[in-house]
């Protein structure tokens, strides 16, 4: 993520998938945002990624 100059401030979750990709849930001020990275063969590269603005009052599930 930071060769990919993706700020974040913690990694929340991530999910491996059956064809060398993962999902990642991460943190950045008060944004949620998911990723997805692909692996190769010793790196990883950056797909995709969304985020949501959050109410930092708000209960979250």
């Known amino acids: 993520m930071l060769k ?3 700020p974040y401030e913690e990694i929340l979750k ?3 998938t ?3 990709h993962t999902v990642i849930l991460y ?7 998911v ?3 692909k692996h ?5 590269t950056w797909i995709v990624g969304t985020n ?6 708000q209960d979250i599930d």
């Open 18 to 20: 059956v064809d060398k």
């Open 4 to 6: 990919s100059n993706i």
């Open 35 to 37: 990723g997805l990275l």
């Open 40 to 44: 190769n063969r010793q790196s990883w």
């Open 14 to 16: 991530t999910f491996d």
């Open 27 to 33: 943190r950045n001020d008060h944004q949620y945002n």
């Open 52 to 57: 949501s603005d959050i109410d930092p009052e």
